[in-house]
């Protein structure tokens, strides 16, 4: 059994008014025991003022979720063994070492929707791991290493892609990313 803890001056001092603002509930007397009318309050006793008590506000449900793009999901452990030792093929490949991050944006949302158009099931994205130490140090290291995976999860590529996670260090390690591509749904005519 717990013991409770004492109550210190400030949750007493609200604990006492929620005690006094708080009506207790009427009974339901039986037949048998109810008095014919009930006796007036005694002088000495303070009325109590009528005292509304708290009333629950409604459950209201979660918002319904929108059709928006589906979730990303992991590669899992066996299909990354696979890639990392070759049995598993990687459809297709980009490279975007020495692009600005737009121009890099445009050739990796184009890219994808081909390789998808394509029935290509993996890709290799490879993003580098930034600027060598060595060069400009005030340089910002490694952007597109950062701002590839937000651009894979976005809405606009998240039609795309299943999922994506980091390639092994055969084909590139922390500077590419394999990514898992959705089929390309057929539209039927009639």
Same mark, same amino acid.
């Given at each position: 059994?717990?013991?409770?803890?004492?109550?210190? /001056?400030?949750?007493?001092?609200?604990?006492?008014?929620?005690?006094?603002?708080?009506?207790?509930?009427?009974?339901?007397?039986?037949?048998?025991?109810?008095?014919?009318?009930?006796?007036?309050?005694?002088?000495?006793?303070?009325?109590?003022?009528?005292?509304?008590?708290?009333?629950?506000?409604?459950?209201?449900?979660?918002?319904?979720?929108?059709?928006?793009?589906?979730?990303?999901?992991?590669?899992?452990?066996?299909?990354?063994?696979?890639?990392?030792?070759?049995?598993?093929?990687?459809?297709?490949?980009?490279?975007?070492?020495?692009?600005?991050?737009?121009?890099?944006?445009?050739?990796?949302?184009?890219?994808?929707?081909?390789?998808?158009? /394509?029935?290509?099931?993996?890709?290799?994205?490879?993003?580098?791991?930034?600027?060598?130490?060595?060069?400009?140090?005030?340089?910002?290291?490694?952007?597109?290493?950062?701002?590839?995976?937000?651009?894979?999860?976005?809405?606009?590529?998240?039609?795309?892609?299943?999922?994506?996670?980091?390639?092994?260090?055969?084909?590139?390690?922390?500077?590419?990313?394999?990514?898992?591509?959705?089929?390309?749904?057929?539209?039927? /005519?009639?």
């Amino acid at each position: 059994m717990k013991r409770s803890r004492p109550l210190g /001056d400030e949750e007493r001092a609200l604990w006492d008014s929620v005690r006094r603002s708080v009506a207790p509930l009427k009974r339901k007397r039986s037949a048998a025991s109810a008095a014919p009318a009930e006796a007036p309050p005694r002088e000495d006793t303070p009325r109590r003022k009528n005292v509304k008590t708290a009333v629950p506000s409604p459950v209201v449900p979660p918002p319904a979720p929108k059709s928006g793009p589906p979730p990303l999901a992991p590669l899992g452990r066996r299909m990354k063994q696979k890639l990392a030792r070759g049995s598993e093929p990687i459809d297709a490949r980009i490279d975007l070492h020495g692009m600005t991050q737009s121009e890099a944006h445009y050739a990796l949302a184009r890219f994808l929707r081909s390789a998808q158009r /394509d029935g290509a099931r993996m890709a290799l994205v490879i993003t580098g791991k930034g600027a060598r130490p060595g060069a400009d140090p005030f340089a910002e290291r490694g952007v597109l290493k950062r701002q590839v995976p937000l651009w894979l999860e976005s809405a606009e590529l998240r039609s795309i892609v299943i999922g994506f996670e980091a390639a092994s260090h055969g084909h590139g390690g922390q500077g590419a990313l394999y990514v898992r591509l959705r089929r390309e749904r057929q539209i039927k /005519d009639g």
